[in-house]
């Protein structure tokens, strides 16, 4: 499963990301079934990053120059990944 997120600006900072993103891993994988969930972030979107990272997620590969064709822009990404047996242990 890919994961994406997003909170308005006045509630970042108060940690409601990693602690929805633990529910939504508890529900990917106890509920779901997934082996796995990856989710991707800009290389400058430090916070986003951190919120994966929070939630025990790894980076896996790192990107250059994607083009994002809705937006029309180009961008380096990370991938992070969290395996269910991972996710287990954390
Ligand atoms: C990324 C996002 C979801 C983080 O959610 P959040 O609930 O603020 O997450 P946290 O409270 O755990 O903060 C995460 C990190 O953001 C940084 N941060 C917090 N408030 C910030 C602010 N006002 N400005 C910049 N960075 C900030 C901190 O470094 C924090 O890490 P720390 O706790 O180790 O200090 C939120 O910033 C957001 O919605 N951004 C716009 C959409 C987006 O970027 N989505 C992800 C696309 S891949």
């Known amino acids: 499963m890919e994961l994406g997120y997003w909170i308005g600006r006045p509630f970042w ?7 929805a993103l633990d529910a939504t891993l508890g529900y990917a994988f106890d509920t ?6 990856w989710g991707g972030h800009y290389v400058e979107n430090s916070q986003s990053g ?3 990272t929070k939630c025990g997620m790894k980076t896996v590969f790192e990107s250059k120059h994607d083009y994002f064709g809705l937006i029309n822009e180009y961008h380096d990404d990370v991938f992070r990944i969290i395996t269910e047996d991972r996710w287990r242990v954390a």
Request: proline letters at 6%; zero cysteines.
């Open 32 to 37: 779901l079934h997934k082996d796995a969930v």
């Open 50 to 52: 951190r919120v994966m």
């Open 13 to 19: 900072g108060r940690g409601y990301m990693p602690e």
